[in-house]
């Protein structure tokens, strides 16, 4: 059992105001750590230019599918990049979420290392909409850019353009992409931490309900997305926006979502 913690439910309010703050900018830290991973290539798509180019700067037209073949070499490298850098958002969410909580509300080390290994276990078997997990995930995105690389040098090597206009439009690929990257970093980064702000939750003595806060700063037309229902929901007769700390449903409410998650403490304690 935890020891009585002697916390009233305006200073545990402020606790998770000034956690939501640093969230926000370590999120901000993550999604530019996420692109900068996923664009590492693009140094090796310059190589594998140059090695095919002739001394003018182009390509031969009978040499493209031998440039396109090299590009799965490329595709395969931002998935090991993409996967490497989302489990570290992910672990990285997690126990900053915990470390923040976990003094809090009498967690104990040994339930801290259980919270962190539940959470990661979660996120990275978790299921979309499309029934892929975050692995598959990371691939799909992988795949996609691989895909408008090969257009936009096939389209290169065609009309006769050399490597320095390659790349430019390459360049233009990784830019317009970034939001991809930004959002699936986003998405598993924020589900970690509302999964990992529950399962302390369900850990503690304290803590018997949750309160669910939709994303209204970061959507447009908030009033159509599903976090904004669930935060005007009274599920169980407490009040809108009040969830026992097992409902999985609001921790991911909607790719994106930016919601959050925070404790109302058992009554016992104050």
Not at 25 to 44: C, F, M, P, S, W
Not at 185 to 206: G, V
């Amino acid at each position: 059992m935890a020891q009585k913690v002697l916390t009233t439910q305006a200073e545990l309010d402020e606790i998770f105001a000034k956690m939501k703050r640093d969230y926000g900018a370590l999120t901000k830290k993550q999604e530019a750590y996420a692109i900068r991973e996923i664009e590492r290539v693009r140094g090796d798509v310059s190589n594998l230019l140059a090695d095919y180019a002739d001394s003018d700067g182009t390509i031969k037209r009978r040499r493209l599918r031998q440039v396109l073949r090299e590009l799965d070499e490329v595709e395969m490298a931002m998935r090991a990049n993409g996967e490497q850098a989302l489990n570290k958002i992910v672990k990285e969410s997690t126990e900053f979420t915990t470390e923040n909580i976990a003094p809090v509300i009498g967690i104990s080390a040994s339930q801290v290392k259980i919270v962190n290994e539940h959470v990661f276990k979660y996120i990275v078997k978790r299921f979309d909409a499309n029934g892929l997990v975050l692995s598959e995930r990371i691939w799909g995105l992988s795949g996609e850019i691989r895909d408008e690389l090969s257009t936009a040098i096939r389209s290169n090597i065609i009309k006769g353009e050399g490597i320095k206009s390659m790349m430019k439009d390459i360049s233009s690929v990784y830019s317009a992409d970034s939001w991809k990257v930004r959002r699936l970093a986003r998405t598993e980064s924020t589900t970690a931490h509302r999964a990992a702000t529950s399962y302390n939750a369900q850990e503690s003595d304290i803590v018997n309900w949750v309160q669910f806060h939709d994303g209204r700063g970061g959507h447009r037309n908030h009033e159509k997305h599903r976090c904004y229902e669930l935060a005007n929901e009274d599920r169980y007769g407490k009040g809108t926006g009040i969830y026992k700390p097992k409902d999985t449903d609001i921790w991911l409410p909607h790719p994106n979502c930016t919601s959050y998650i925070t404790y109302i403490i058992d009554e016992r304690w104050l």
